[in-house]
């Protein structure tokens, strides 16, 4: 989830490529083999245990595709409306009422606990993995450890790997079913591992963070999320406006932030043309494809979906979405 460098989130693509092959070793270098010896001794020292450390490393290699896939990440050239329209249909909202509906009970109490909308939870899961049908097939372990040895981003994938490791160590899930996408987004929520050691729950307490098959865990584990990035869970995150003409470019961006009467007397107005709402609360005007496409009055809860991806067309399609979802 908070990984993915591609410009609109993580999109469900990238969990139906095929897993590929292994990758020679000498493919990569001669020393494979000491740095996964070096590594079982990090781990070790970090108090993994040796059982958990053979059972997930015994036999690993480093996968091509993995490989494949790092270093070929599209580069999409969608406008925003076209990206709405692709995450954000119809079909996806319907399915959206249907799974708040089903799980009502379930997420106002992980709203009332953590003081995130039901909606919202939703949405988020909906985008991130289709409400829990494109997971990824990739072994996260198998995944990581293909990152963190091939040399470009090997600090950071090392990192998430020894905290995958961590996680196996804990007890949370088998190696065996520790799966997410290639680049090792994890479970319902799409978290990398060090995203889940910081924020993952228990809510149901059976004694594992189960993100993969619980939903308990996976919404309170978002809500977790959400909560400590700020969310606040009487407002809502933004709305699409109308900007005067003549209206200074200058103040666009997240780095303004007015009261929305502020805005109002600046011209501002929602999309339909009627006057803002009179609610004490502050936000900046945001724009999209580089102004040329629609502009946004958003609040402190889409900051609080930039911590989950620094990216304007996932956070405004989450918080669509979610409006869709509830009737808004």
């Known amino acids: 989830m908070m990984f993915c460098n591609i410009r609109f989130g993580i999109l469900a693509a990238i969990f139906l490529f095929s897993l590929g092959t292994f990758v020679p070793k000498k493919a990569f270098s001669e020393d494979f083999d000491a740095w996964l010896a070096a590594l079982r001794v990090e781990a070790t020292a970090r108090g993994i245990k040796p059982e958990i450390l053979d059972a997930a490393l015994d ?3 480093p996968l091509a595709r993995v490989i494949e896939l790092d270093r070929s990440q599209p580069e999409f050239t969608l406008t925003f409306e076209e990206y709405l329209t692709r995450v954000v249909p119809r079909s996806r909202v319907e399915k959206g009422r ?15 606990r953590y003081g995130v909308q039901p909606r919202f939870l939703v949405a988020l899961w909906g985008i991130e993995t289709d409400f829990g049908r494109l997971t990824g097939g990739f072994s996260v372990v198998q995944a990581l450890v293909t990152l ?18 961590q996680i196996l160590d804990e007890g949370h899930i088998a190696p065996d079913a520790m799966t997410g996408s290639w680049a090792g987004a994890m479970g319902q929520s799409q978290f990398m591992p060090t995203t889940f050691l910081g924020f993952a729950v ?44 003549g209206f200074d470019p200058a103040l666009i961006g997240l780095e303004v932030e007015k009261p929305i009467q502020d805005w109002q007397r600046l011209g501002v107005r929602r999309a339909d043309g009627s006057g803002l709402p009179k609610a004490e609360i502050s936000g900046s005007i945001v724009s999209t494809d580089d102004g040329k496409g629609p502009t946004y009055l958003i ?21 669509t979405l979610a409006d869709r979802i509830g009737g808004r």
Do not use: M
């Open 59 to 61: 036999g690993v290699v």
């Open 202 to 245: 228990d809510h149901d307490a059976d004694g594992q963070q189960d993100i993969w098959n619980t939903r308990a865990d996976v919404f309170a584990s978002a809500a977790n999320y959400l909560a400590k990035s700020g969310w606040n869970g009487k407002e809502n995150w933004g709305r699409r406006v109308r900007l005067p003409e």
């Open 98 to 112: 249907k799974k708040l509906r089903e799980n009502r009970e379930l997420l106002h109490a992980v709203a009332k």
């Open 299 to 319: 609040y402190g809860n889409y900051r609080a979906l930039l911590n989950w991806n620094r990216s304007t067309f996932f956070a405004v399609a989450v918080g």
């Open 148 to 165: 963190a040895f091939d040399g470009r981003r090997s600090a950071y994938f090392r990192k998430e790997l020894l905290a995958a490791l």
